[in-house]
């Protein structure tokens, strides 16, 4: 019994000390993801709403589904919910997707004709600016070959950004050739892009049409660097906030942690750091469509299904709104 005793004291004991040390791991863990490589700056409280109004024609809508994109927590960012606007028709769960995306998903089994319903979540979102590391030459180009699935999407080339064309490819490897750290040879490509590429609002077209023309917009300007860089093996994703984007890339510090930096390729600038703070909707650039098999959306949008062949109106809301 006292050997009982004594086996059982130690079994606690292990558990104990093995919990000690997760909870120490985990301390670590999250120290690390919340620098994120660039100290949080200065915060600011966004108030946010989005969701959709839909109308169902004369002969009313069955089976309607419908999928929005709405913030969620990153570095950066803090969100919670604080207010709903949600139709009696609808019924709304969130549903987190890999590579940190939430999406509001709304049913309505039946809309009757010509009724409306409105479905909107409010949310409190708390945007921190992103100051540069001190120390920038201490980050490498981490090896491809350890990156996880969702990594490798970030290295892919896709219907806008053609990181595997010849002239890209060869752009990539002329551009940075001299530079001395992993970060001077991104900021060469951001430098390149600023004084080769004017700013001009204008329709989507994708890296490859915006180096032959010699313009392009938000949009296309961060299509153009994440080609280039990908190119080089520098995994670049694309940050959406309402009515502009920026860039991040990616690089790992002396320990092999990796960390996410953005820049910005329209307006001021800004590299390694982000002085304004927004409310991020997603980030990435190959979202699959929630409602068409096959399909591919560089920003995901709202999306609606319904049964049968009846079609309702709708539209997005996306606002900010007071508290």
């Given amino acids: 019994m006292r050997r009982n ?6 079994v606690i004991f292990c558990l104990l000390l093995t919990n000690l040390c997760l909870a120490q791991f985990k301390d670590k863990s999250e120290t690390a993801e919340e620098k994120g490589g660039v100290t949080l700056g200065e ?6 709403e989005c969701g959709f109004t839909i109308r169902a024609p004369a002969g009313g809508c069955l089976g309607v589904v419908a999928t929005v994109p709405v913030p969620v927590d ?19 769960k969130f549903q987190n997707l890999p590579g940190g995306m939430r999406l509001m998903v709304v049913n309505i089994p039946m809309l009757p004709a010509g009724e409306m319903a409105e479905v909107t979540t409010k949310f409190e979102v708390t945007a921190m600016a992103l100051e540069k590391p001190a120390d920038t030459s201490k980050f490498v180009k981490a090896d491809p070959k350890t990156f996880k699935p969702m990594m490798r999407l970030y290295l892919k080339p896709s219907e806008y950004i053609e990181s595997d064309n010849r002239e890209i490819r060869k752009l990539a490897r002329e551009i940075g050739a001299d530079a001395k750290t992993a970060w001077e040879e991104v900021e060469q490509v951001y430098d390149w892009i600023q004084e080769h590429i004017k700013f001009q609002n204008g329709k ?3 890296a490859l049409q915006t180096l032959k023309d010699g313009v392009g917009d938000s949009r296309e300007l961060t299509a153009l660097f994440a080609a280039i860089c990908q190119a080089k093996k520098i995994p670049v994703r ?3 906030f309402p009515e502009h984007c920026y860039s991040e890339f990616y690089l790992e510090d002396e320990t092999g942690q990796g960390h996410w930096f953005p820049c910005q390729l329209a307006g001021d600038r800004e590299f390694g750091e982000r002085k304004q703070p ?9 979202f699959a469509s929630m409602t068409k098999k096959g399909k591919f959306y560089r920003f995901l949008p709202l999306e609606v299904k319904t049964k049968g ?9 996306r ?5």
């Fill in 5 to 10: 005793f004594w086996r059982s004291g130690w």
């Fill in 43 to 48: 915060s600011q409280t966004i108030f946010w």
């Fill in 74 to 92: 990153w570095n950066e960012q803090r969100v919670r919910v604080v207010g709903e606007n949600h139709s009696p028709y609808a019924k709304v």
């Fill in 204 to 206: 989507r077209k994708g």
């Fill in 238 to 240: 694309t940050v959406w």
């Fill in 278 to 286: 927004n409310v991020i909707l997603l980030k990435g650039d190959r």
């Fill in 309 to 317: 062949e009846s079609r309702p109106t709708f539209s997005e809301v």
């Fill in 319 to 323: 606002r900010v709104v007071q508290e």
